[in-house]
């Protein structure tokens, strides 16, 4: 575990406030040992996790983390904070704070040591020593397992409850269990590490398959068999979840194993005693879940659920999107609108006319278009009921292509296939079935039962909706244009690359599918809003240096070249360390910019591209012009309230308050 962490990479006298500049600070180590190639990407992914769930825990932990393609070398830096950060831990404020950082593709090698860590931080002499420790040398090594903790002066609580299990014959009551979490780096292995202490002290037979990052050892059939009852810790799909037929459940979240697993363990025996039996469902290799924990009864809410099987569908259809778009708006870029026209390249390509190749560019991106319906169908099914849904959400997708029923088909034929694939998931069968319902039953009669929906029942209802909608957007002019902009434009800024964004994304890109003149002016406001954001805040660092930190006023020059690619998410760092006035004046600004471009009648054939794509946009000039407008807006907005807070923070800096410039940008 050598080259994890090392003396550079610890910080005795973490000065951060919040959990958002704590991980800034460590992260900056990282940058400066060249583990972290780009800090604001980096830190934009650790945010994206910690969105997902809280990363606290009980007795003062926190342990931000994430997986990301920014980090060379998996990685490890540790604070110690006098004050205590919240990291939304129950029990209070965390003063140990662990920032995992693991390459995108990191080995199994490094992620099990990493593993073994975060077991290792539930050894209360293990965290009372990091606590103790005056020199950063000796606690990185104490981290790397190469100083030996401190002996205790009585048993550990595991020793004790080992000593304090019953002997003899009697069988004791067994549990298997399986934890995960999104990143597969801490959580997972705390709540395993967690759930077989509280086993011990509780006398029962616990053990625990960790589906991580570094894969996982499927539990012994046998084990499962003897089992009395099973917990589910989770925070991703359980893998292979037939495995635990007929057994009764616990399902929750990650955190619940790690916070309370003798409750589990209770709640287990319980429904063991009164013979409850929990209806797993046949599938395989699972989806993520919600963040809140869990896809059984004890998961989350209904609306949590159904946003994540559509971001499921949005996210697996966007690089069709990317791809296809701009495959065809450079098609335009070189032969014109009417290539569109153009002879089939498999029967007329004439290797030295740029026509040719235009043509070639355009039917590539039409195919690749081709598959936005059915992929966004099938992605949705699959994030409701696994790989068995993915057949009938395709052929879904398709059908509402063949009834022009369009994105808003795609949308119902996902969760009609997932549903019906639920459905056929909770009827019991024989146990000579089982093994081919996933590859054969399901996808058979789910298939048939959704294609007759979609021709027959649904589609063409949805497709004479469609068509309303099209109709729309194409009479759209004077007040309700610009008030569709303003909406599209709050969307688009609110939360920067999370859901909304996401749904205002997706509902402009699902009608390039079918391209109108209302269509392409959507398009053109989601654009034109989503590049405000960074932009705003590369230039507020530049026209008001002395309200930001040295850091933001990096990422403010950074900001300019994502903003201007179209790229939201180069705003994330600053809202996430000043939420309360930045997301409101980047949301003005975006709303301004949406209502404007609307106003003036601008079009974008492209899906993506920012400036690169202006030749492409119909009124390219008056389309800058609400860019520009829309960035001032929010400049002068973040520029002012920044402003008054440092202003009201003067007097109390008079007063002997310590308030500093850095404090006051990333306080909210």
Known sequence: ?????????????????????????????????????????FLADVAAREAQMPTG?????????CRSEHVSAPTLAFGRSASGIDFGAADGPADLIFLIAAPAGADDDHLTILSGLARRLIDPEFTAALRAGDDPGTVAALIRGEEPTPEPEATTPIQAAEEAAPAGDDAPFRIVAVT???????????????????GLAEGVEVTVETQGSAGF??????????????????????????????KPLVDVGVKAGINRPAELIAEARRKAERGEIAAVPQGGDGPESGADGGSGADGAHFGVRLRTYLMSGVSYMVPFVAAGGLLIALSFAIGGYEIVDAKSVADHFVWGQMDSWAALLNQIGSAAFGFLVPVLAGYIAYGMADRPALVPGFVGGAIALTVDAGFLGGLVAGLLAGAVVMAIQRVPVHATLRGIMPVLVIPLIASAVVGFLMFIVVGKPIAALQGALTDWLNGLSGSNAVILGVVLGLMMCFDMGGPLNKVAYAFAVGGLADPTDGSLKVMAAVMAAGMVPPLAMALATTVRKKLFTKTERENGRAAWVLG???ITEGAIPFAAADPLRVVPSVMAGGAVTGALSMAFGCTLRAPHGGIFVVPLIGEPFLYL??????????TALVVLLKGARRTAAAPASEAGAEVTGSRAGVSA
Do not use: N, Q
């Open 564 to 566: 201007a690619s179209f």
């Open 57 to 65: 825990l009980d007795g003062g932990i926190g342990i931000p983390h």
């Open 217 to 246: 050892s499927k539990l012994d059939p046998a084990v499962i068999a003897r089992a009395d009852a099973v917990i589910w810790a989770h925070d991703v799909e359980v893998r292979e979840k037939a495995r635990f037929r007929g």
């Open 1 to 41: 575990m050598s080259e994890l962490i090392t003396a550079e990479l610890v910080d005795l006298d973490l000065s951060a406030a919040t959990k958002d500049a704590a991980a800034r600070s460590l992260a900056e180590r990282m940058v400066a040992a060249h583990r972290v190639t780009d800090l604001d990407g």
């Open 180 to 198: 995960s979490c999104p990143t597969g780096i801490a959580h997972t292995y705390m709540a395993a590490e967690s759930l077989t202490a509280a």
């Open 625 to 634: 012009l609400a860019i520009a407008a829309g960035t001032l807006v929010a």
